[in-house]
């Protein structure tokens, strides 16, 4: 089977009947769909998406067909996740698979989006939409891969702030350190040169040694020679 050829330039959905050429078809049919259409190839090919653990990620479903929309499924490594059908009043069934890994379908259920906030690495596999209308069954394949990237930043960002602190403190010991040094320390105290009195005195007191000595050397002179004279006789 062929798959549905895009026309362009047309708002409302539109695709050609497979086998009739453009210009004599006779199977022309319009239909409005409740999600957005981007290609209408039976089996898509698989979409690689990287993220950085604790970002948001977005998965679109791009596989949906211009016929008419009965339920779509989204699963993650063949299990099941959210079930929506636009006949049954936009009834959208959630798995207990979804709500423990905190996945979400997007709030605008005309995008068909699944919602991953703050992903972590237990979100990486394979995810699949799976639409089924009239003419068939449709789906796309995405891998998704989470990284540790945002984990080892933050380490890197906690190991910083960590080190700050620390070599405040240092700096803080060192600094306390030497001022207790320095007051501990004898105070050096500016003695001003010896004025002309203070100088005087020393002098004095020497001239005054000097003229005992001399008095003492000139009594014993006398005692010598008063000796000799009496030795003398």
Same mark, same amino acid.
């Given at each position: 089977?062929?798959?549905?050829?895009?026309?362009? %330039?047309? =708002?409302?959905?539109?695709?050609? $009947?497979?086998?009739?050429?453009?210009?004599?078809?006779?199977?022309?049919?319009?239909?409005?769909?409740?999600?957005?259409?981007?290609? !209408?190839?039976?089996?898509?090919?698989?979409?690689?998406?990287?993220?950085?653990?604790?970002?948001?990620?977005?998965?679109?479903?791009?596989?949906?067909?211009? %016929?008419?929309?009965?339920? @779509?499924?989204?699963?993650?490594?063949?299990?099941?996740?959210?079930?929506?059908?636009? =006949? =049954?009043?936009? *009834?959208?069934? #959630?798995?207990? %698979?979804?709500?423990?890994?905190?996945?979400? &379908?997007?709030?605008?259920? $005309?995008?068909?989006?699944?919602?991953?906030?703050?992903?972590?690495?237990?979100?990486?596999?394979?995810?699949?939409?799976?639409?089924? *209308?009239? $003419?068939?069954?449709?789906?796309?394949?995405?891998?998704?891969?989470?990284? %540790?990237?945002?984990?080892?930043?933050?380490?890197?960002?906690? *190991?910083?702030?960590?080190?700050?602190?620390?070599?405040?403190?240092?700096?803080?010991?060192?600094?306390?350190?030497?001022?207790?040094?320095?007051?501990?320390?004898?105070?050096?105290?500016?003695?001003?040169?010896? !004025?002309? &009195?203070?100088?005087?005195?020393?002098?004095?007191?020497?001239?005054?040694?000097?003229?005992?000595?001399?008095?003492?050397? #000139?009594?014993?002179?006398?005692? @010598?020679?008063?000796?000799?004279?009496?030795?003398?006789?």
């Amino acid at each position: 089977m062929k798959p549905h050829r895009l026309i362009p %330039d047309i =708002k409302t959905p539109v695709y050609w $009947s497979p086998g009739r050429p453009p210009d004599g078809a006779t199977g022309l049919r319009q239909d409005f769909t409740a999600c957005p259409v981007e290609e !209408s190839t039976r089996w898509q090919k698989e979409y690689l998406i990287s993220k950085v653990a604790g970002s948001t990620v977005t998965l679109h479903c791009k596989n949906n067909t211009f %016929d008419t929309l009965n339920v @779509l499924t989204w699963t993650m490594n063949g299990k099941r996740l959210f079930s929506f059908s636009p =006949k =049954k009043e936009n *009834t959208t069934t #959630e798995s207990e %698979d979804a709500i423990r890994l905190n996945i979400k &379908m997007s709030d605008f259920k $005309s995008f068909c989006s699944l919602v991953i906030e703050k992903a972590q690495k237990y979100h990486t596999g394979n995810y699949t939409c799976e639409t089924t *209308t009239n $003419s068939g069954v449709w789906q796309q394949d995405t891998e998704l891969v989470i990284t %540790d990237e945002e984990a080892e930043y933050d380490y890197r960002l906690i *190991t910083v702030a960590a080190a700050v602190p620390c070599v405040c403190l240092i700096i803080f010991i060192v600094v306390f350190v030497i001022l207790r040094r320095a007051r501990r320390q004898p105070e050096c105290r500016i003695q001003s040169p010896p !004025s002309e &009195m203070q100088q005087q005195q020393p002098r004095r007191q020497q001239q005054r040694t000097e003229e005992i000595y001399e008095n003492c050397l #000139e009594i014993q002179r006398h005692a @010598l020679a008063h000796a000799h004279k009496r030795s003398a006789h």
